[in-house]
């Protein structure tokens, strides 16, 4: 009996000392932390990764552009985006290897791909696909081999541009083809320069930065990404631009007006004048 009185001691005081500790203000507070990193690191352990989330994802896209490139352009550009060319060595359509996310969207976003007839250019029309096809599609094509990509949004936002700079560098680069207004142009060769207006800024950005049809590349390094937003911001502002006079007459310059003038003011005086002249022969 004597021997039992040390040990029941001692168990009464440890359990007495957890009694005191659980009655205590912070021990709901220390089980709950305890809770919350067991429940984390298990979660941690065993879920997926976000970049193995993503990377499933892209690749889903991925195929879903493939399979939509197998249908629509494969038949000019090759299963795998090698280019076609027939026997005559006509090429039915250029390899698309390289050339990014960026050119298909402009291309397949404008309506100008899939193109409709063999012809000396592409020409703007209705978009044959949703976004999310086109951008299946451009993704399919960028995992092909590197190339430019689709821009970020804060490069296109007209009113973060400098409009005065940005006409400088449009009349630099831009108005020999499309005029000093954006109105336009014809080329040699049955091609063009397309008419700048109701175009989205994303495209724009994306034309200077693929250089489609006749038109040269203007990279990132050639002209700087706030240099292509200056542009944006100038062909935005010009677009916008209120007819004072009410008839812009295609804000192609002082040539139009000029011939305007010519073809309209001249042309009534000289109907008056006649006039004048019959009458007085006759009186």
Sequence with gaps: MPSSLPGRSRGSWIGRLLSTRRRHPLAA????VAVLFTTGGAYAALAPSTSQNVQAASSTQIEE???LFAVGCSSCHGLNGEGQINDDGDVLGPSLIGVGAASVDFQVGTGRMPLAAPAAQAER??????????DAMAEYVASLAPG????????????AGDVARGGELFRTNCAQCHNTTGQGGALTMGQFAPALTGVEPKHIYEAMLTGPQAMPVFNDRTVTPEDKRDIIAFLDSIENEPDPGGLGIGRAGPVAEGLWAWLVGIG???GMATWIVTRSSKA
């Excluded at 507070?29 to 709950?32: M, N, P, R, Y």
């Excluded at 029309?125 to 086109?134: A, M």
């Design 148 to 159: 430019p990509d689709v821009p970020d949004e804060e490069y296109l936002d007209p009113s």
């Design 125 to 134: 029309k209705p978009v044959s696909y949703s976004q999310e096809q086109i």
């Design 29 to 32: 507070i220390a089980v709950l």
């Design 268 to 270: 009534l005086l000289i």
């Design 65 to 67: 552009g493939r399979q």
